[in-house]
């Protein structure tokens, strides 16, 4: 069963992604920041990890980046769910981000992207050849 890490510090948040994520045949850990989620990736090594920008301790941005510095978790696939970003903002692709999905994102299109960077796999994050969809943004 593939492995999805969530890192939400809101705890509604969490729950319905959770929910949503079991229902899909996923296996779920959750994070209530961004250094916890780093620890967890650390130890679980996640097929995909699903991560808000916004969160104590170490934000979204700086989860990518030690995950894209992390030799070991440098090729997981990342996405960020945000409510804080704004079309065309640069910097989670230039941290190593697959996508960004904007809040409120529809069930249906966190599955579809969930399920084809699940698909997808472990994959490079630099360079025209790198096989990230590098989607900035998706939204409904």
Same mark, same amino acid.
Request: net charge negative; glycine share 8%.
């Given at each position: 069963? =593939?492995?999805?890490?969530? /890192?939400e510090?809101?705890?509604?948040i969490a729950?319905?992604l959770?929910?949503l994520?079991?229902?899909?045949?996923?296996?779920?850990?959750?994070?209530?920041d961004?250094?916890? +989620?780093f620890?967890? /990736?650390v130890?679980?090594?996640?097929d995909?990890?699903? &991560?808000?920008?916004?969160?104590p301790?170490m934000?979204g941005?700086?989860? &990518?980046?030690?995950?894209?510095?992390? +030799?070991e978790?440098?090729? &997981?696939p990342?996405?960020?769910?945000?409510?804080?970003?704004?079309?065309?903002d640069g910097?989670?692709?230039?941290?190593?981000v697959?996508?960004?999905?904007?809040?409120?994102? =529809?069930?249906?299109?966190?599955?579809?992207?969930?399920?084809?960077l &699940?698909?997808?796999? +472990?994959?490079?994050?630099s360079?025209?050849?790198?096989?990230? =969809?590098?989607v900035?943004?998706?939204s409904?």
């Amino acid at each position: 069963m =593939p492995v999805v890490l969530i /890192a939400e510090d809101d705890e509604d948040i969490a729950l319905i992604l959770s929910r949503l994520l079991k229902r899909s045949g996923y296996s779920v850990l959750h994070a209530p920041d961004g250094q916890r +989620a780093f620890e967890l /990736a650390v130890a679980n090594r996640p097929d995909v990890v699903l &991560t808000d920008l916004g969160m104590p301790r170490m934000d979204g941005l700086e989860l &990518t980046r030690a995950i894209r510095e992390h +030799a070991e978790l440098r090729d &997981t696939p990342i996405v960020m769910l945000s409510g804080h970003l704004h079309p065309g903002d640069g910097a989670p692709t230039q941290a190593g981000v697959c996508v960004v999905l904007l809040k409120p994102c =529809p069930n249906d299109k966190l599955r579809e992207v969930v399920n084809e960077l &699940t698909e997808l796999g +472990a994959h490079g994050h630099s360079g025209a050849d790198s096989g990230c =969809p590098a989607v900035w943004p998706v939204s409904a």
